[in-house]
């Protein structure tokens, strides 16, 4: 097992619309990812995937900087999110990536953390975890991706409304995690590590009614700033990123 630190982010959101995110996406690959072993992407990369036949420049371009990183030694993951659950085996392939599905359990280091998108805590919020169920069925997603691209852009853009108005009248605590539920999770993987997104609301909490040492480190999305986990042998630790522009000898971490 190489020294090379392990990297998670998770909830970029990429899109056309947003390219600085996109060019704070590619200046982390060239001055973080590209002396790791592996990158772990953690769900929501996308702040949309209709399918992987349905290709723009902006896919291929992320495709293409993904390769070129694989190419160069490191391992790169990519778990689905609430946003980019559609995203399949040949969109994986040609980013030189590999799918894993949740939960993950990740062995590195002498030691085991437990991966999650981190939606699936989110069971307060009963309108969400339905919807959640139904998209997720694989008989659902084989009958939208059958039909033709408009169709499925109509639907996603009529879900994404409704799914904003419904959020905009619901307590914050409901679209945070359900502490009972993370507490089941890290107890069934007998785990003390847990790492997920989904949120934005980037935090290290500690968990004693696990174990008195058990913690969960939850990533923030890109839309101001970046936001990474680091494991090495020696630590873990949660990057902030304040600069959107990101180079080695000039960023800014907390």
């Not at 772990?40 to 293409?64: C, K, M, P, R």
């Not at 939960?103 to 959640?132: E, K, N, W």
């Not at 993987?189 to 500690?206: K, S, Y």
């Amino acid at each position: 097992m190489s020294d090379k630190p392990i990297l998670f982010i998770s909830d970029l959101h990429l899109e056309p619309g947003r390219p600085d995110i996109s060019q704070a996406f590619f200046s982390f690959l060239d001055a973080f990812a590209v002396k790791a072993q592996a990158l772990y992407i953690l769900g929501d990369f996308f702040n949309l995937w209709l399918g992987d036949d349905h290709v723009t420049e902006l896919s291929t371009q992320i495709a293409g900087k993904l390769h070129a990183l694989s190419n160069a030694g490191v391992a790169i993951k990519l778990m689905h999110g609430n946003r980019d659950f559609l995203m399949g085996e040949s969109f994986a392939q040609s980013c030189g990536a590999e799918l894993i599905q949740e939960p993950y359990l990740l062995d590195a280091f002498d030691q085991q953390i437990l991966l999650l998108h981190g939606d699936v805590l989110c069971t307060r919020d009963h309108d969400y975890m339905s919807f959640r169920q139904m998209v997720r069925d694989p008989k659902w997603q084989q009958e939208f991706l059958s039909r033709p691209i408009d169709e499925r852009i109509e639907f996603a853009t009529k879900a994404r409304k409704q799914s904003q108005s419904m959020s905009s009248n619901k307590a914050a605590d409901i679209m945070d995690v359900t502490p009972a539920d993370v507490t089941k999770t890290m107890l069934k993987h007998n785990i003390i590590t847990l790492i997920h997104g989904h949120t934005h609301r980037p935090a290290v909490h500690e968990h004693p009614k696990v174990y008195e040492s058990a913690v969960r480190m939850v990533l923030g999305d890109w839309d101001d700033g970046g936001w990474y986990i680091s494991w090495t042998p020696e630590q873990l630790f949660l990057h902030k990123i304040d600069s959107p522009v990101i180079s080695d000898g000039n960023s800014s971490l907390k």
